[in-house]
């Protein structure tokens, strides 16, 4: 039996991993699918499916999958185009609701890739909602220039906030505890800081070293 699941693909951060996973002897395949396809032109071309297409592909070559074994897909949009390329090809597939070690490997793989981007291992866990999009962007607000690439700028969602206003000023950390979401280094409690204020879903406040 083959299982195809993918992580990210919610997360405005980075691209998304889809992962390939044959449960009867533990082989496993995964990719990200680029961040470049979700920005606005190649978004509403939907080239992220025709990659899905690609990844799988690649990963039925790499894994020898035949045309005998059954094939379980989740049932997220990412697999449109996939479904209709596994019924040219001949597969036996359906979909699901995938669960156990295909979906906790792919959730993995997603978040050592999003921290590779530089997303703070800390910052993505401490919440149970870890891919939030107010969530993230803070993290995206705290150095825009360098991170906006990052992102899946083509999402309609993203029009909302883009032009936001932002505000900057000087201020003294009265907290012990807090990261400087620019450099992720610890503040010292009492230190000169920038705070950046915006509001999307409510007020948010981005705390940064002075220097940074």
Same mark, same amino acid.
């Given at each position: ?7 990210g693909s919610g997360s405005f951060v980075g691209g998304t991993c ?24 190649n978004f509403k071309k939907k080239l992220y499916l025709d990659e ?67 997303v703070p291992e800390p910052y993505i866990k401490y919440t149970k ?16 220039? &360098?991170?906006? #690439?990052?992102? +899946? /700028? ?5 029009? %909302?906030?883009?032009? *936001? ?22 503040? &010292?409690?009492? #230190?000169?800081? +920038? /705070? ?5 879903? %409510?007020?948010?406040? *981005? ?6």
């Open positions: 039996m083959i299982q195809i699941d993918d992580a889809i992962g390939i996973y044959r449960p009867e002897t533990n082989e496993y395949f995964f990719e990200i699918i680029p961040v470049e396809l979700y920005n606005k032109e899905v297409v690609n990844i799988v592909e690649e990963a039925f070559k790499a894994l020898n999958v035949h045309k005998n074994e059954t094939v379980e897909i989740c049932r997220g949009y990412m697999f449109e185009k996939l479904r209709l390329w596994l019924d040219a090809n001949g597969y036996c597939w359906y979909r699901t609701q995938i669960s156990g070690r295909i979906q906790e490997v792919v959730e993995q793989n997603f978040l050592l890739y999003t921290i590779k981007l530089g909602y870890p891919f939030h999009f107010h969530k993230l962007l803070r993290w995206v607000f705290a150095d825009y220039d &360098k991170r906006i #690439s990052l992102c +899946k /700028t083509g999402w309609q969602s993203w029009t %909302k906030y883009e032009g *936001i206003n932002r505000e900057v000023y000087d201020d003294v950390m009265n907290y012990s505890h807090i990261f400087c979401l620019k450099c992720g280094k610890h503040i &010292k409690k009492g #230190s000169k800081i +920038k /705070t950046l204020r915006f509001i999307s879903n %409510k007020e948010h406040f *981005i705390y940064l070293h002075s220097e940074c």
